[in-house]
């Protein structure tokens, strides 16, 4: 992407000093950190110092450039003879003051380059790294996906259309969640474990893990109560009739054994929760294995580091994987915009219009807990929790989004990293509150349409299943169709709504997914406030 000058001038020795002021200056407006900004005047001093007692140059000339995604550089340019600044001294010895001068280029290389054209001398220093570039590819490539999927619309037949997605887009979606199940239990694993270590003992790990656990649960009880509640408004009516069901289908009763469910999550060996990708039972291992190695302290250091590699070497792995959501994200919207027609639009509109009202709700609800519980302003949280949706929409999967949710809570919310590689890992699993709010008005809609009557023990299945499921359900794209169907067949609901409810879930899964995403990280706010691990600075920075 084509890069904006912001700001260029002379720097000669005469008036070193004063430029390196105004440089300082232009970068600040810029957001440059200080530290960045100090390691950027110095790189410029040794580079100038360098041109002109032995590049025999009398001035350079420094632009300030920003590109489209952020990317912030200075471009030095010198007319002059061919030399290179950057090129290493070594005959130097700690006696020669020049010896660390040289360190500063160095220890910095790697930001920096030189090339020679035009009879120029041009350097270039990386100041910050691009922010935000693969939010901003994946709002294009979502925005591109549209506008091809409804040209392919337009000019294709259906059979074509279908042809496509089978043999091209499907491939491709399910070899990208394939390579994302081969990692995202061990990067569970890992963050956790990594994440428990870091706390220390296990008393502290006790008290923290029950007070992540207590803001989960009361926020998926609130989010599945707020949803029963806008059911009743916008179905509490008449619903056209697609159907009946008969008094044998209805009689069947929700079975939901506790005990089983608890019991459940403690696995017969250590191999089948990752080869079966059951992400709790993978989390009960971390947690057991974190206690036993904060008990032995010490006597298990060698092992503590490798469990940090480890949680290195699979976040990479991760960062890899998700090098590719702005492809899927094209994809997926492409796929959207040929096979969904407009009567389907219309009919899932008023399903969607109720999950926003109760995402507006929500919303709400978080900046009144991260205000009570949390003690601190919400208006920093409301203002950057957009930014992270884009990426959770496109993939539709808080596992695939997973770690630009622990990078946004460390690097925007200002949250301590041992707090949120426990708890994002553990929310992604466990804490599901756009599905608490979706499933209940998804529910009751196709209750309604076919006919069954939603008294208060209806509403009390409905409300205990929504809960369990969004414990039990996993993070993938696609989930809450599960959970709904699986709802509505215990009331004798046939299973032949799953077309209609996928073309439904194409909208409503994304947005669910956002909050599924903004709950975990709302309750990662109130938990990092709630052990004082909150770098407010960080927080409250725009």
Sequence with gaps: MESTDLKSFLLIPENFSETQEVLAAQLKKLQIDSKDILRTQLLVEEIF??????????????????????????????????????????????????????????????????VYQNNQNVITINVQGESNQQLKLTLAS?????????????????????????????????????????????????????????????????????????????????AALIGLINSEIFFGGDVPQVGTVSAVQNSDAYEFSMTKFIVDIIPSNMVSPIADGNLLQVIFIAVFFGLAMNALGDKVRLIQELVTNGNDLFMKLVGMIVFFVPLIAFFAMMELASGTNF??????????????????????????????????????????????????????????????????????????????SFSIPIGTTINMNGGCFYMPIAVIMFLKMYGVEVDLNAIVIILTMTLSLSVAGPAVPNASVIGILTVTSTFGVPNNIAGLLFCIAAICDRIVTCFNVTGDVASAVMLSRLENLTDEKVYFKD
Excluded at 89 to 102: G, I, K, Q, S
Excluded at 157 to 174: A, D, K, R
Excluded at 363 to 377: F, P
């Design 49 to 114: 110092w360098r041109m002109v007692n032995l590049g025999k140059v009398k001035q350079i000339r420094i632009t300030i450039k920003k590109s489209f995604f952020g990317k912030v550089q200075l471009q030095i340019t010198a007319q002059s003879a061919s030399y290179n600044p950057l090129l290493e001294v070594f005959d130097l010895d700690e006696e020669n003051e020049e010896y660390y001068r040289t360190l500063i280029l160095k220890a910095n290389r790697q930001k920096m380059s030189w």
């Design 142 to 222: 979502m925005v591109c996906g549209l506008i091809f999927g409804f040209f392919m619309k337009e000019i294709f037949s259906p059979e074509t259309i279908s042809v496509v997605n089978e043999s091209f887009i499907t491939p491709i979606n399910t070899m990208f969640l394939n390579a994302l199940g081969l990692v995202i239990a061990p990067v569970i694993f890992f963050s956790v474990l990594g994440g428990i270590i870091g706390m220390g003992a296990g008393a502290g790990v006790g008290r923290v893990g029950a007070k992540l656990i207590g803001l989960y649960a009361s926020t998926s009880v609130i």
């Design 343 to 420: 009567d389907t639009f219309l009919m899932m509109g008023k399903l969607v219009v109720g999950l926003l009202i109760c995402c507006c709700v929500m919303m709400v609800v978080y900046a009144i807990m991260i205000r009570l519980i949390g003690k601190i302003s919400p208006m920093p949280f409301l203002k950057k929790i957009p930014s992270l949706w884009p990426i959770a929409f496109a993939t539709s999967s808080s596992a695939v989004t997973m770690p630009f949710t622990m990078n946004f809570c460390t690097q925007k919310m200002g949250i301590a990293e041992k707090i949120s």
